[in-house]
């Protein structure tokens, strides 16, 4: 069963807007911890946020937030003021307790226009 | 700065040769992993590694075999290539942990390999 799901399969925002990337997950471990990367075309993987299941508060990093609603399973990335260089693939991906591998989504495209 | 290298941006391999990808960490991470991407499948995780000399098998390891015999060093395995390994193929590395936390895994460039 899918444990990532990103509905999204592209997205299209305007520069200076900001932009709601969709991530649902399913685990029934209470301890587990989500990530967000990027991907530009360039193909390397930039690691964005994380959330430890545990965080009262929801995780931000500059212009990333991370909208975790626990009891509906979700951690929605949203960016804020989209810039140009912000056109590129996004991947949650979710970490279960004992284990040090990630659980990822198929990602979703952002593309950031003028 | 964290730092991931991959050997190979750019790989052209022949249908049957034996392919290496190499995969270097300098974070003194514990944890190592390679897996390939392909479009509308996303990430998919063929082996990794815990420790040196250690191995485990991921979601799709068949065709492929891995080596760490240093703990910077973690080496992807294509026995006899085939045209369906033509893929990208990234590296990445973690530190160790004994509970939650951020584990953040950390990636290198990525190899695009094509097998004619």
């Known amino acids: 069963a899918q444990k990532i799901t990103q509905t999204q399969p592209g997205m299209f925002v305007q520069e200076k807007e900001a932009v709601t990337l969709d991530c649902t997950y399913d685990t029934s471990d209470q301890s587990y911890g989500l990530f967000w990367y990027k991907q530009p075309s360039s193909g390397e993987m930039i690691f964005l946020i994380y959330q430890g299941s545990y965080d009262e508060q929801n995780a931000t990093e500059g212009r990333y937030s991370l909208n975790f609603q626990k009891a509906r399973k979700s951690a929605n990335l949203v960016i804020s003021a989209s810039q140009l260089g912000d056109s590129a693939m996004y991947f949650c991906?979710?970490?279960?307790?004992?284990?040090?591998?990630?659980?990822f989504g198929k990602g979703t495209m952002l593309l950031v226009s003028p | 700065d964290v730092k991931v290298t991959q050997s190979s941006r750019y790989l052209v391999k022949r249908t049957g040769e034996k392919v290496f990808l190499e995969c270097v960490q300098d974070?003194?991470?514990?944890?190592m992993f390679w897996y390939r991407q392909d479009p509308g499948l996303g990430l998919r995780l063929i082996y990794f590694?815990?420790?040196?000399?250690?191995?485990e098998k991921g979601d799709i390891p068949e065709g492929y075999s891995v080596s760490r015999e240093k703990k910077e060093r973690f080496s992807l395995i294509l026995e006899s290539a085939s045209t369906n390994q033509t893929s990208m193929y990234l590296c990445?590395?973690?530190?160790?942990?004994?509970?939650?936390?951020?584990?953040?895994?950390?990636f290198g460039p990525g190899t695009r390999l094509t097998v004619l």
């Open positions: 990445a590395s973690s530190a160790s942990t004994q509970g939650p936390s951020t584990d953040t895994q950390y």
């Open positions: 590694s815990y420790d040196v000399k250690m191995k």
């Open positions: 974070m003194d991470h514990e944890n």
């Open positions: 991906a979710m970490r279960e307790p004992g284990y040090s591998t990630l659980t």
